[in-house]
């Protein structure tokens, strides 16, 4: 059977209004504004409203994404809505979604792989449109992830805040060289001991006890989560890369997860990878989880690095412990 390629159309943004800096969290925290700079290179982080929910901040970047790629609602035949914080358990983020961009009846789903969420989406939208099966999807990332956040613990409340991005992906023309190459998804439950978000599931409820305990918010060992994203992500690029025959010379821009510089740095420093050619928004807008990689894509295409024809190689590592990787020419 003969597979049809995929093809960014648009891609689209959004940051919360409100700013969280670094000297707001001097306030709250045994912290300061150059510890957190030197640990992380983050200076401030978007937070969503109190009347925002995560399907908003979706919104916002869907219309983004929509203009960008000259298309409107009522094309769009599926819609892959990567979170780990939508706005209820059910109905789905997705389903909130289709219901304000007017939809109506498009299949839509969440996708929960963590800060690794956009680039599982990316894959999976990609395999939809190879099939024949779609020929315009949605995805993105959004999460308000400061809700789930603890402001007295300091390894965690510097580095979290909220965005979202969105890709229209569509089905390309038979000649186009601009198109998904090959994506490669990993993911090591055995370590998912790492980073946790305790409440909320089957495994604990929401009861007193939760509250009590702090359980309604992330945990995480930031050494071993540092060592493993490290070498994950570095595996799954050198995958790709070899998948496709090509050297990290070849590739034009790296769009890892923005979880701080520190990490994309030595991600960076495995291949020899010029820095210059990191994409970086983190010191903007901190770690955003599914959000940071197509929020840091769309703000590199609309200040003029990232352009078309380009090789680009996106990587991501999340919750699960999971990570992935996607070479495309934009």
């Not at 409820?205 to 305990?213: A, H, S």
């Not at 060592?227 to 010379?249: G, P």
């Not at 210059?276 to 770690?287: A, D, P, Q, R, T």
């Not at 590199?300 to 990570?323: E, H, K, S």
Request: include cysteine; glycine fraction near 6%; hydrophobic fraction near 40%.
């Amino acid at each position: 059977m003969s597979l049809y390629r995929s093809r960014i159309a648009g891609t689209g943004s959004y940051l919360p209004e409100k700013v969280l800096t670094n000297q707001d969290l001097e306030k709250l925290v045994d912290t300061n504004d150059q510890w957190i700079r030197e640990r992380t290179g983050i200076l401030r982080r978007h937070i969503a409203a109190d009347n925002e929910v995560t399907s908003d901040l979706a919104f916002q970047a869907t219309q983004r994404a929509l203009q960008a790629a000259g298309k409107t609602a009522a094309e769009l035949e599926l819609i892959i809505f990567c979170t780990v914080t939508g706005d209820q358990v059910m109905p789905s983020s997705a389903c909130e979604l289709q219901n304000k961009l007017g939809c109506k009846t498009i299949p839509a789903f969440d996708l929960s792989a963590a800060c690794s969420g956009f680039v599982y989406g990316l894959a999976v939208a990609d395999q939809f449109v190879r099939t024949g099966m779609y020929k315009t999807i949605l995805v993105l990332g959004a999460e308000i992830i400061h809700r789930y956040i603890n402001y007295k613990d300091r390894e965690t409340c510097i580095l979290f805040g909220d965005a979202a991005g969105a890709f229209i992906i569509e089905r390309a023309k038979e000649n186009d060289a601009n198109v998904i190459l090959s994506s490669h998804l990993r993911a090591e439950g055995s370590l998912g001991d790492l980073f946790v978000l305790p409440a909320g599931g089957s495994k604990i409820p929401f009861t007193k006890k939760v509250l009590d305990e702090d359980l309604q918010y992330v945990r995480m060992k930031g050494r071993e989560i540092f060592k493993n994203a490290v070498r994950t992500m570095s595996a799954c690029c050198q995958e790709v890369l070899d998948q496709n025959q090509l050297s990290a010379a070849d590739v034009s821009w790296l769009v890892p997860h923005q979880a701080n510089w520190r990490l994309m740095e030595a991600v960076a420093d495995h291949f020899s990878f010029p820095k210059e050619k990191v994409v970086s928004i983190v010191h903007e807008m901190g770690n955003t989880s599914a959000a940071t990689v197509p929020t840091a894509f769309d703000v590199a295409v609309r200040d003029g690095r990232i352009q078309r024809g380009q090789l680009i190689l996106l990587t991501a590592f999340g919750a699960g412990l999971t990570a992935g990787s996607c070479l495309l020419r934009y």
